[in-house]
């Protein structure tokens, strides 16, 4: 009975001591779980409240509130820019009006990238073109635009890739131009 005596003690010091190591091992990784990294600005409480104290201080104890916090009749500190697109708002205009008789593909005013569906001249059935305008600054500039111009005839029931003449392709970049320059000038 001695023997089993000492063996149920020492049974019950080895579980004991597997209880005392996982637990040391779950507070070790709770532990390096607290991060003391800085939390972002838009979420941080404490800075969140010092840049309005800060706001409701420039306003000079004056109306507060989202519209009223960026009015001011002189010299306002809130621009208010509205919806910006990536590129020459006048380019965009231009180009899109120049082309409006062709179906769109794809539009993206912050990539400044315009791309048409084929477009067949109803004159002449057997052309099709297709149209990319790249506008490439945000001012009003001769290089801010790049046009490509594709052109395919119906040779045997079958869409040929035809080259198109550099002029073709400067006159659409010129009437694009000249429209955002009338538009700049109105």
């Known amino acids: 009975m001695n023997k089993s ?10 579980a004991i001591m597997r209880k005392s190591i996982l637990l040391l091992i779950i507070c070790f990784a709770l532990t390096g779980c607290s991060t003391t990294f800085d939390m972002p600005d838009w979420l941080d ?4 409240r010092e840049k309005y104290a800060e706001r409701k201080a420039r306003n000079d104890g004056g109306p507060t509130g989202k519209i009223q916090d960026g009015f001011k009749l002189f010299q306002g500190d ?7 697109i990536g590129v ?25 990238i315009i791309t048409t569906e084929w477009y067949n001249n109803p004159n002449k059935p057997d052309e099709r073109y297709k ?7 945000t001012r009003l500039r001769a290089d801010a635009v790049r046009v490509s111009l594709f052109m395919q005839q119906n040779l045997n029931g079958e869409w040929v890739n035809i080259s198109t003449s550099e002029d073709t392709r400067l006159q659409l970049e010129n009437s694009i131009l000249t429209k955002a320059r009338q538009m700049k000038q109105e």
């Open 5 to 14: 005596s000492n063996i149920k003690k020492i049974n019950m010091k080895v």
């Open 45 to 48: 409480a404490d800075k969140s």
């Open 78 to 84: 809130v621009r208010d820019s509205g919806a910006t």
């Open 88 to 112: 020459n708002a006048l380019l965009w205009r231009a180009s899109l009006d120049t082309i409006s008789f062709m179906p769109l593909e794809e539009a993206d005013p912050y990539g400044g």
């Open 131 to 137: 149209i990319t305008i790249y506008i490439l600054d």
